[in-house]
């Protein structure tokens, strides 16, 4: 049995090994079956990827840390917020242990700061809604052609996917709102991307889209709910949940579509453009989730500006 | 006993001072006669450091492993719809098709690649024809190499030089000490207001730098001069450079230099390397 043949350089395959035994074959793509899941991995160095571990983790670490000064004393117990779930407690006893929601999970308090929690991009998420698409489900196709060709994302093209991300996604209608929306109507598509894809896709929103776009100072944020701008009085705590999940989310215009090179190559092929919300999907959750992510998010140079 | 002795005794100084409520009663405090302690003296020192500009050359395993994922990548690709990005028979397609065949013959060897139903003239005028397209674009122009001509002349003040490392500012002082940017803390400043300033003292106002943050990132406590002098304590504050240049201060500042971790290590006192050493960034 003639054994591979050995590289001449790290870069190339020697020759592919011997096959002794035939693969199974798979009937509807008449193609041998491989014995494994392929999944493919980082394919090349990732740009943004490293800038992130040389120069953001270090300053974001140092940024959101907070000094406790060491005493003696034990450390205070963080407030109990409701009341825990106790099988000993007749009360509890055949209650749902409910997740904390609502104005207390934006009381959750934060992990305390260390080398391996130090906030970083979990996932972006791309979501086009289209209204049209209630009436007639063709005019999904444009929707689903631009997410392909922005995030490169086909179906089981490249192997399996990783774990969490699934390709362009159908998003349908949830709840049944009258005169807007029913549920189980597709109204639009969405992908999510994760590793160097995402960053991939930041590095053109940043380089290519944001630049060209007219009138654009920054991603508008809301006036804080306290301090000096405060735009409602600090007693009324109006902490929304989006405030503590760690997640930035904007829009894009419909204009903003033409800008990605991905679509600018043969934009005509696309019956017409189409506006966007990307969500950046962070790991910090918490009271201050939301300034952290953002500092995270604007260290990739995508700019902030606060509405006075 | 001590209760009743407690109230006897407010009772018996009740004439002499005014009566005072329980809430309010407190046994004297003794006054110490010690020496009040004497303050160190605050100093504050600025990190500045030039980001990567680069990114990291990858080591001969993790070379092999993104060809290998390439590959496997191509390989497993779904096809490329040609139809839909080219008009049919245009130089684009043309120039794409040529690329793509180069492509798969350097992943997948030889026999991969390979031209059908085409003969040689037609082959011919499409190479000359991509080629011509390439040159028009301006296609041709070389990669920049990764090392810098400073790198090569040794020049330690450019800051192109190291383009993959962290470099971090280093001054040489009057006294012929290398150390980081520093200066006093006036009275009544604040210690991110008195890096901001001490910062622009000795390195000049030619530069854009950004302060990260108001805490400091460490603290060094200063050797005596002598048995009598006051502790001197450095705090640390970590700023980035984004424009210009330094421009040392000649009064206080003999040279500068722009240095990895591993250069900073060779020129400063020992004692003050081991303050900093945990402050500067591996990468």
Not at chain 2, 6 to 15: A, D, Y
Not at chain 2, 23 to 32: H, L, Q
Not at chain 2, 229 to 243: M, Q, V
């Amino acid at each position: 049995m003639p054994l591979p043949r050995q590289p001449t350089e790290l870069g190339r395959f020697g020759r592919a090994p011997y096959i002794r035994r035939r693969l199974p074959a798979d009937i509807r793509r008449k193609l041998p079956r491989p014995p494994v899941n392929l999944r493919t991995r980082e394919y090349a160095p990732c740009r943004l990827g490293d800038h992130y571990h040389s120069t953001l983790a270090d300053n974001l670490m140092y940024m959101n840390y907070t000094h406790t000064v060491e005493s003696s004393l034990p450390p205070k117990p963080d407030r109990e917020i409701r009341l825990r779930w106790d099988p000993a407690n007749p009360y509890s006893k055949y209650r749902k242990n409910e997740p904390v929601g609502g104005k207390r999970f934006a009381e959750m308090a934060t992990e305390p700061n260390t080398p391996a929690n130090i906030i970083r991009l979990e996932a972006v998420q791309m979501h086009i809604m289209i209204k049209e698409a209630i009436t007639s489900r063709m005019h999904l196709l444009g929707v689903i052609a631009a997410l392909r060709a922005l995030s490169g994302e086909t179906e089981a093209g490249g192997g399996a996917l990783a774990k969490g991300v699934k390709g362009v996604e159908i998003v349908r209608g949830k709840k049944q709102v009258g005169g807007w929306i029913r549920s189980g109507v597709p109204v639009g598509a969405k992908v999510t991307l994760k590793g160097s894809a995402m960053y991939d896709l930041i590095a053109c929103l940043t380089e290519f889209v944001l630049p060209r776009l007219r009138e654009f100072h920054g991603i508008p944020m809301a006036a804080p709910v306290s301090g000096p701008n405060a735009y409602l009085p600090a007693s009324s705590n109006a902490v929304k949940p989006s405030d503590v999940t760690g997640v930035v989310s904007f829009g894009l215009p419909p204009e903003a579509m033409s800008y990605w090179p991905q679509i600018e190559v043969n934009q005509d092929a696309y019956p017409r453009m189409y506006g966007m919300h990307l969500h950046f999907i962070t790991n910090a959750v918490g009271v201050g989730a939301q300034e952290r992510a953002r500092a995270l998010v604007s260290g990739f140079q995508i700019p902030f500006l606060r509405k006075s | 006993m001590s209760s009743k002795t407690l109230v006897s005794l407010c009772r018996k100084n009740s004439s002499a001072t005014p009566r005072r409520t329980l809430a309010t009663v407190s046994p004297s405090i003794p006054v110490s006669h010690q020496k009040p302690k004497i303050k160190p003296t605050l100093l504050t020192s600025i990190i500045l450091n030039r980001s990567p500009i680069l990114t990291p050359t990858p080591t001969p395993f993790e070379r092999a492993y993104y060809s290998y994922q390439a590959r496997l990548r191509r390989a497993l690709s779904n096809p490329f719809p040609y139809d839909f990005y080219f008009k049919q028979g245009s130089i684009l397609e043309t120039r794409f098709t040529l690329e793509e065949r180069r492509r798969e013959r350097i992943s997948f060897g030889r026999q991969f690649g390979i031209a059908d139903d085409l003969d040689a003239e037609k082959a011919a005028a499409n190479k000359a024809a991509a080629e011509q397209l390439a040159e028009q674009e301006g296609e041709r122009d070389e990669l920049m190499p990764r090392v810098h001509p400073s790198d090569e002349a040794r020049d330690y003040k450019s800051l192109d030089r190291k383009g993959r490392r962290n470099l971090y500012l280093l001054l040489e002082a009057k006294e012929g000490v290398w150390r980081f940017p520093q200066g006093d803390v006036k009275k009544g400043e604040l210690l991110h207001q008195s890096a901001q300033r001490d910062l622009l003292a000795e390195c000049g106002e030619r530069m854009d730098t950004w302060i990260v943050s108001r805490n400091p990132v460490g603290h060094y406590k200063l050797p005596k001069k002598s048995s009598t002098a006051k502790d001197e304590i450095a705090f640390f504050y970590k700023a980035h450079i984004l424009a210009g240049q330094v421009q040392p201060n000649l009064e206080t500042v003999k040279d500068f230099a722009w240095l990895t971790k591993q250069e900073i290590e060779s020129r400063v006192p020992q004692h003050y390397w081991f303050g900093v050493k945990d402050i500067l960034s591996d990468h």
